[in-house]
């Protein structure tokens, strides 16, 4: 035998795993409730992301529900305010994509094309700017066309920015 029983024992309550109890929420008249007991037929587990507060009775006790329910409102208010600024950005998006399909199929530059697509649409220009300051880099390509005007095409970071053709001149 052991010499020293207790210290056995103690060792073997500290190895224990904790025990968790379950907690419930339910709504009762309106409020919701939470409980260690399911307090009514809709009764749900309940798990917190975070530890909950726990005050002795006769203390003045935090309203765990309303916590909880302005975590949730806040939560869901940051979802709908990205999902608005990603759904806003991918319309943006969008559009820019069929007004330079349209202009592919037009043979034109539009704002939104790629320094590849103009090159490839309209050919080498006959003179070209380049400006580089503070690390943007914008450049101006102009083209002669065949009625004796010129289109200039600006660049900003390699995307067009600017479509301007100029008439040519009479004879």
């Known amino acids: 035998m052991s010499r020293y029983p207790w210290a056995v024992a103690l060792m073997l309550v500290g190895l224990a795993p904790a025990a968790w109890a379950e907690v419930f929420r339910c709504v009762k008249d309106g409020t919701t409730v939470f409980s260690d007991k399911p307090c009514a037929a809709d009764a749900q587990a309940y798990t917190p992301k975070e530890p909950l507060t726990v005050v002795p009775a006769g203390g003045p006790a ?44 037009e043979g034109r530059a539009t704002v ?54 100029t008439r040519g001149r009479r004879k």
């Open 62 to 105: 935090p309203d765990l529900a309303k916590q909880f329910d302005r975590s949730v409102e806040a939560g869901k208010a940051a979802r709908d305010k990205a999902d608005a600024a990603w759904n806003k950005d991918y319309q943006a998006r969008k559009a820019t994509e069929g007004r330079v399909a349209k202009a592919r199929i």
């Open 112 to 165: 939104g094309m790629s320094a590849a697509d103009v090159r490839n649409l309209l050919g080498e220009p006959y003179f070209t700017s380049h400006n580089e300051n503070r690390g943007v880099v914008r450049e101006g390509w102009t083209y002669r066309n065949r009625d004796g005007s010129r289109t200039v095409v600006r660049f900003k970071d390699g995307v067009v920015t600017e479509v301007t053709t």
